[in-house]
């Protein structure tokens, strides 16, 4: 029997583009290259008889070119606290196996890769508020990334910027705002000042549910 499986909670994710991030219309990344670190917290999930709830990991995500170019490094840490089943579902999951291809983020990402680093497990502390564009992980010695909401340059008040995107493998609205992160793990990373995304994260084998 093909494997099911299903995770409903919040994604924070931090990019180098500027804000509104061009990759989400299909268009080229700002600077040429994609650098990403993505956080996900389940509030409920399963895999196959395997609860999920309570979970997160996080996706360090490195190209050289656009991400369509393919070349590209991979590496996700999972929360420590998942038994030994969880983590190799969670694994499955992160690495867009037992999904059908094409259908979400996390596959679609897995197959530009030439390099997928070591699986690492640590202790993640992690808060993510999609409607007040906040995110929070911190994974000592690794991971540091905080998002916010995006401020008005002319009333310096915090403003509200969002995509809809009906049929998106990864989501079907977002929230924007501005991330600031640094890795230091198998991947390096720092991003400053630029795009920050805040969704549901509500999806199966077979992609998004709406």
């Known amino acids: ?3 099911k499986w299903t995770i409903h909670g919040k994604e924070f994710s931090n990019c180098n583009c ?3 991030c061009p990759c989400q219309f299909n268009a080229a990344s700002t600077y040429g290259l994609c650098e990403a670190i993505g956080s996900v917290m389940i509030n409920e999930g399963h895999f196959n008889d395997t609860s999920l709830n309570g979970l997160c990991f996080v996706m360090l ?3 050289p070119g656009e991400i369509a ?3 590209g490094q991979q590496q996700v840490i999972i929360d420590e606290r998942a038994n030994p089943a969880q983590r190799e579902a969670l ?6 196996e037992s999904t059908a291809p094409g259908s979400t983020h996390f596959h679609v990402f897995n197959s530009t890769m030439s390099e997928v680093h070591e699986t690492l497990y640590a202790p993640i502390e992690m808060s993510i508020d999609v409607d007040a564009r906040k995110g929070h992980t911190k994974i000592d010695g690794m991971v540091s990334s905080k ?5 008005d340059p002319h ?3 915090e403003t509200r910027r969002v995509i809809h995107i009906p049929d998106g493998f990864e989501y ?3 929230e924007l705002g501005e991330g600031n992160s640094k890795a230091t793990a198998h991947i390096d990373l720092e991003l400053n000042n630029s795009y920050g995304q805040f969704n549901i994260l509500h999806m199966n084998q077979d992609g998004v549910i709406r």
């Open 1 to 3: 029997m093909a494997d």
């Open 18 to 20: 500027a804000f509104g």
């Open 61 to 63: 995500l490195k190209w």
């Open 69 to 71: 170019e393919g070349n």
């Open 91 to 96: 694994k499955k999951i992160a690495h867009g």
């Open 147 to 151: 998002g916010t909401p995006m401020i």
């Open 155 to 157: 009333s310096n008040e």
């Open 172 to 174: 079907t609205h977002a």
